[in-house]
């Protein structure tokens, strides 16, 4: 695969005066956009409410979530070392991780938009190409998918689960959906091992099959992540909510909240799981192990990424040139 063009490295002041001023501009909006972030969510979070119902948790059912929370997260900050494979680019794993960490955090709290501005920011300040951006993305989104089809069609077929009542889709009918999920997700996988085909163009964009191997670890990574985050939820139920009926609600109510297109569910996840376990366990206590859920699952991590994140942009100008400077004496070599 060919990398010569993955990485930029034209020095940046020979450009026009007019786009200096235009990258100014930006950076501040988007600063400003997301300290107007930070408020609104601070004003719009019941406070009282967060910490009266964490008091109602020990420190280490409060440690164990928190820990589910940052195990998922670490997995998913390699899904990009997967893109560094599919795109051939050389950005170093340490500069990777920690991207897509703030990525992912952004991502759960400002939906589609968050993690994909992000993404480009940042990978754009450490000198990739946009065309090599959308690929890593487009391979992160699959990742976490496909992960998603092959984890919830096995919980959906197993039955673990009945949807809503509200909803159009009986028993036999979400089982039959599961079984269609696996096979879908395992035709993936055949498709990259024996299409002969292995690229499209799609409005300009080259859309390329990875390796079966490569399809294989999407599949185990992404399953890896929802199976971390729906730990992240059990850890705060009552006893009689097992772990595999508390997974199956969130893969159901997961898929709601991206339909409804609502950052991190909000309203959505609370309606779903209240519907489907009001018969089992009183309606506070699961409220309050949602608010346990978004404390670990959301907030924690979102809170480190804002620090990691002002350490990118502190640092992003340095790590370019040093990126610019490897590449060019291997590049002599060859």
Not at 20 to 27: D, E, G, Q, W, Y
Not at 69 to 83: E, P, V
Not at 239 to 262: F, K, R
Request: aromatic residues 12%; positive net charge; hydrophobic residues 50%.
């Amino acid at each position: 695969m060919n990398d010569a063009s993955d990485v930029q490295t034209t020095p940046t002041q020979n450009s026009p005066r007019w786009w200096a001023i235009t990258k100014k501009v930006l950076t501040w909006a988007f600063f400003i956009a997301i300290t107007i972030f930070f408020i609104v969510l601070a004003r719009n979070i019941d406070w009282a409410q967060v910490w009266q119902s964490l008091q109602g948790y020990s420190l280490g059912t409060i440690a164990l979530s928190i820990g589910a929370a940052m195990t998922g997260y670490a997995i998913y900050s390699t899904f990009d070392l997967l893109g560094r494979t599919y795109t051939g680019h050389h950005l170093p794993t340490r500069q990777i991780l920690p991207l897509t960490f703030v990525c992912y955090a952004f991502n759960q709290n400002l939906a589609w938009v968050g993690g994909i501005a992000m993404r480009y920011r940042l990978y754009s300040r450490l000198g990739l190409t946009g065309l090599v951006i959308t690929r890593i993305l487009t391979l992160s989104i699959v990742t976490n998918w496909i992960g998603y089809l092959m984890l919830a069609g096995i919980v959906f077929a197993l039955g673990v689960v009945q949807p809503p009542p509200e909803w159009d889709l009986d028993f036999s009918a979400l089982r039959f959906l599961g079984v269609g999920m696996v096979v879908a997700s395992i035709a993936y996988v055949i498709a990259c091992a024996v299409c002969k085909r292995r690229s499209w163009t799609l409005r300009g964009h080259e859309i390329e099959l990875p390796t079966a191997k490569m399809a294989m670890l999407q599949i185990a990574m992404g399953g890896a992540c929802w199976m971390l985050m729906g730990a992240t939820v059990w850890v705060f139920m009552p006893d009689p909510v097992g772990y595999l009926t508390t997974l199956g609600i969130l893969l159901i109510s997961s898929i709601a909240a991206v339909l409804a297109h609502i950052p991190g569910g909000i309203g959505v996840l609370e309606t779903v799981f209240v519907t489907l376990l009001q018969h089992q366990v009183p309606k506070a206590d699961i409220l309050a192990a949602l608010i346990g859920y978004r404390v670990a699952y959301f907030l924690v991590p979102l809170l480190l990424a804002s620090i990691v994140y002002l350490g990118f942009e502190t640092r992003a100008k340095r790590m370019r040139h040093k990126n610019h400077s490897a590449r060019v004496p291997s590049e002599h070599a060859r």
